[in-house]
Every structure is written in C-alpha cells, then in structure tokens.
C-alpha cells in the first residue's frame, strides 16, 4: 500500500504505462488478425441450375430425367433462396422459377383433359422441401404446397390468355 501521495501517484502512472502497453499489443494483435481476414476466402456457389424458366415441355421433362441427388439438393437451395411472404406466394414464385404459363398449360397435376401429369416431376417434392427449409414454412404440409401447385396450374391458361392480349395491343 502507498503510504503518500506522491507514491500513489508513482503507483496509478505505473498502472497507466502497463495498460497502455498491453492495449498497444493488443491494438497490433488485432491489426494483423484484421489483415489476415481481409479478404477472406470466398464460398464458391454453384452455378444456378434452372438460369431462366422452362420454355418448353422438352426442356422441362429432360431437366427432370437428369435429377440426382446433389441435383435435387440444389435446386431445393436455389428455390428455398427465392422466399415470399406467405407459402402460397413462395410456391408460386417457384413454379415462375422453374417454367413458363405457356409450359404450365400443357400441364395438370394428375393429367386430366390430354395435359401431362405434374405430379409424377420431381418438382412439388422439391418445392415442398425448400418450403420447409425456411423457418417461417417448416410447418406446411404437402398438402397445402400441393393445393397450391393445383390451383397455378389451372389457372395457367388464363395468365397466358392475358400475356397475349397485352402482347396483341
């Protein structure tokens, strides 16, 4: 214990020069870990798989026939990335991801009226899984997602009818 003033005062400067000595240090340590981090190394994505939707029915059947399991992964990532407010949205948003109205009409989901089964592609499998993958979604069920793909698909003729009309003006 300082037993005057003036050696409480040598005591509290002592004290002073070791933390600003060990702040100094700790000041470079920072400095080189900062630099070391710079430019930290970047996590290469893969390429998208589906760049632009489907415009034909031939494009979209072989991109189903080439799905794998890393495949599949993937694209559960990409449309899982997409988002939306609500599932209804979020499902739509990835059925315009992945195909064109004018594909979407040549489709129904179990194939009724001529059209082709939608439900037998890989997609509302992976739709309802890239759903799941985000918090706000892990408690839809595959028949909501399923409903939801239904209901787009029937209504595809008209979203085309109206691109159409606009187009023709």
């Known amino acids: 214990q300082p037993s005057s ?6 005591q509290v400067l002592r004290l ?5 000595h060990r702040q100094q240090q700790h000041g470079g340590m920072l400095q080189e870990l900062c630099s070391r981090n710079a430019f930290p190394k970047q996590v290469l994505l893969p390429p998208a798989l589906i760049r ?7 494009q979209l059947e072989e991109f189903n026939s080439q ?6 992964e993937q694209l559960v990532r990409e449309l899982a990335e997409l988002g939306g407010t609500e599932f209804g949205a979020a499902t ?3 059925l315009q991801y992945i195909m064109t109205d004018f594909v ?3 489709y129904s989901w179990k194939g009724q009226k001529g059209k082709m089964k939608f439900c037998i592609l890989c997609f509302p499998a992976i739709i309802l899984e890239s759903l799941k993958r ?7 069920t595959k028949h909501e997602v399923d409903t939801t793909i239904m209901c787009w698909l029937r209504h595809a003729k008209e979203r085309c009818t109206k691109v159409s009309a606009t187009s023709d003006m």
Request: proline share 3%.
């Open 134 to 140: 985000q918090k706000k979604f892990a408690e839809v």
């Open 16 to 20: 002073l020069y070791i933390l600003r």
């Open 104 to 106: 979407a009409c040549e």
């Open 67 to 72: 799905m794998n399991d890393t495949r599949k």
């Open 52 to 58: 632009a939707p489907f415009g034909s029915v031939a």
């Open 5 to 10: 003033l003036q050696e409480f005062q040598k």
């Open 92 to 94: 739509r948003t990835a």
